[in-house]
């Protein structure tokens, strides 16, 4: 009997439809696809930007508080959220409070800063934040670039910092980052620094005016380090996506 090595009919048609599959989803090839939905995992906690002993976890809920019972009370996509919580004067460091970045190092590489459209997210927010560290005590969101103003400067984070939620205690109504709070580049490279705070629109301004064509390295939900932060986050949306954090999964929604 002679034995034959290599791919029979029935596996040729599997590898073309993989294949198929791996060209059209975003992401890696190992997403699965559920109609209009992609899930992806190459979501976690990226290490080297976490400090102390954080928590970000995926999580179902929060539900409540006790009493609430109208859109606040219930995560905003799916039964789940990403579940953060940072401390202060937690470590031997100086500043000693924590940080932690949940993000994604792999999708986003390469993209061009300039095509964001649509970015923001959800927040659970609570008192007890807001007495922490005052009422704009919040997450951000965070993109690590490449700005591309300088041939010798290849590295900054881009940085969204969100205003006060309207609702504490429960989910707040999407928040849109690029029609409020506020953005800023770590190492000044525009006009957009810690110290001058820039609106979206003024962002891309400052790129356009540096002739740059910065892109991107990674995206995150980020906290710290500053003030002791408990609450979670959903549907981070970036352009035409939302992502939906559950317990099992971060899972990718397409949205006009």
């Not at 009919?9 to 989803?25: D, K, M, P």
């Not at 927040?123 to 007890?128: D, G, I, K, L, M």
Request: aromatic fraction near 10%.
């Amino acid at each position: 009997m002679k034995a034959r090595f290599g791919m029979g009919r029935g596996t040729v048609l599997v590898a073309a439809l993989l294949a198929v599959s791996a060209a059209i989803l975003p992401g890696s090839a190992a997403a699965d696809t559920d109609g209009n939905q992609a899930h992806t995992d190459h979501w976690g906690v990226i290490a080297r930007n976490t400090i102390g002993s954080p928590v970000a976890e995926l999580r179902n809920g929060p539900f409540g508080p006790f009493g609430v019972t109208d859109a606040a009370a219930r995560p905003p996509y799916g039964r789940g959220s990403l579940g953060i919580e940072v401390a202060t004067n937690s470590t031997t460091l100086r500043p000693p409070s924590e940080k932690v970045d949940f993000g994604n190092e792999v999708d986003f590489f390469g993209q061009q800063v300039l095509r964001v459209r649509h970015v923001g997210f959800h927040v659970f927010q609570t008192n007890e934040n807001v007495g922490y560290g005052g009422p704009t005590n919040m997450p951000n969101i965070r993109f690590e670039i490449d700005p591309d103003v300088t041939s010798t400067d290849d590295y900054s984070s881009l940085v969204w910092v969100p205003n006060a939620s309207p609702v504490t205690n429960g989910w707040s109504p999407f928040l849109d980052a690029t029609k409020t709070g506020y953005w800023y580049l770590t190492g000044n490279e525009t006009s957009c620094t810690r110290a001058a705070r820039c609106t979206f629109t003024q962002l891309k301004a400052s790129f356009r005016r540096a002739h740059a064509r910065p892109t991107i390295y990674t995206v995150a939900v980020s906290k710290g380090r500053n003030f002791m932060w408990i609450g979670a986050i959903d549907g981070l949306r970036l352009n035409n996506r939302v992502y939906d954090f559950e317990r099992y999964g971060v899972r990718a929604i397409r949205v006009k």
